[in-house]
């Protein structure tokens, strides 16, 4: 089976389950670009329900393909900041990411992103993950029986992520001016991912920059508390060896990089 006819089958087994997209998905292209385009759509809109067995076993050698594809960052290889072996800056997708877990920022529902093809990296994780992860946070919150608050942080399976787990947690966000709550509250997501990583014998864990996107958190002001949060974290007796500040945009990889210094064997001047 070729690409092309692997995205047609995945979408038309999407469609059957939601009728009432169909018309939209035959305005697509028949080529490949655009089926992949129409298949991620879907699986954003696709809400919580039993999954097929066959469809999963499509959709996870496609993502696997992907994967491969785009190549795996480990992270254990990744360059150290020369102001603790533990702490490492890298600027990229985290979805490439192989480490014990890697940090969704989540909303409230922790569902995934149900916008089409959106930016955010929430969206992101979930399209690279498959509908599993999905499925793992609906019973995750049915369990629970209401939203999550800021703060915490549950943990879940990575599925087709180089990651063997994904941490959900959910930020401020931030209406005009930065409150105290707003910083507490973002430092705590901070915590709450590293509590759990060291409750779950887990050593590496890769953050995303919690609140600064779609939340609207200060890029400097956040950059600091995460920054200041985990190496609080870390003075403590702790079995973690590897904590990633994942940054994407250039603005906050300059921004991180003056709060950790250059990298282990830089040049650093006269």
């Known amino acids: 089976m070729s690409r092309l006819e692997q995205l047609?089958?995945?979408?038309?087994?999407?469609?059957?389950?939601?009728?009432?997209?169909?018309?939209?998905?035959?305005?697509?292209?028949?080529?490949?670009g655009e089926q992949r385009r129409l298949l991620r759509s879907l699986m954003n809109l696709r809400p919580p329900m039993p999954l097929d067995p066959e469809f999963l076993a499509e959709q996870d050698a496609l993502l696997s393909a992907e994967t491969a594809e785009k190549g795996v960052v480990d992270g254990e290889t990744l360059v150290p900041t020369q102001a603790?072996?533990?702490?490492?800056?890298?600027?990229?997708?985290?979805?490439?990411l192989r480490a014990d877990a890697?940090?969704?920022?989540?909303?409230s529902a922790?569902?995934?992103c149900f916008h089409p093809c959106h930016g955010c990296i929430d969206n992101a994780i979930h399209s690279a993950a498959g509908l599993q992860l999905r499925d793992?946070?609906?019973?995750?919150?049915?369990?629970?029986g209401h939203p999550e608050p800021n703060g915490r942080a549950k943990l879940t399976g990575?599925?087709?992520?180089?990651?063997?787990?994904?941490?959900?947690?959910?930020?401020p966000i931030v209406r005009g001016r930065v409150t105290q709550r707003d910083r507490?509250?973002?430092?705590?997501?901070?915590?709450?991912?590293?509590?759990?990583?060291?409750?779950?014998?887990?050593?590496?864990?890769?953050?995303?920059?919690?609140?600064?996107?779609?939340?609207?958190?200060?890029?400097?002001?956040?950059?600091?508390?995460?920054?200041?949060?985990?190496?609080?974290?870390?003075?403590?007796?702790?079995?973690?060896?590897?904590?990633?500040?994942?940054?994407?945009?250039?603005?906050?990889?300059?921004i991180y990089r003056g709060l950790l210094g250059p990298d282990r064997g830089a040049e650093t001047g006269p």
């Open 84 to 96: 603790d072996p533990r702490l490492v800056l890298w600027q990229g997708d985290i979805t490439r």
């Open 110 to 112: 922790l569902l995934g």
């Open 184 to 254: 507490e509250e973002l430092a705590s997501c901070y915590r709450a991912c590293l509590e759990l990583v060291e409750e779950r014998g887990l050593h590496s864990v890769a953050f995303c920059c919690i609140s600064t996107g779609e939340f609207h958190f200060p890029n400097r002001e956040a950059a600091r508390i995460a920054v200041d949060t985990v190496k609080e974290c870390l003075c403590q007796k702790t079995s973690i060896r590897r904590v990633i500040f994942n940054v994407f945009k250039d603005l906050d990889a300059e």
């Open 158 to 171: 990575g599925y087709n992520l180089p990651a063997r787990h994904v941490l959900h947690t959910v930020g």
């Open 8 to 32: 047609q089958a995945l979408n038309g087994a999407l469609l059957a389950e939601m009728p009432e997209y169909r018309a939209q998905g035959e305005q697509f292209p028949r080529e490949e």
């Open 102 to 107: 890697i940090v969704n920022a989540a909303n």
């Open 136 to 144: 793992e946070c609906f019973r995750l919150m049915e369990a629970q």
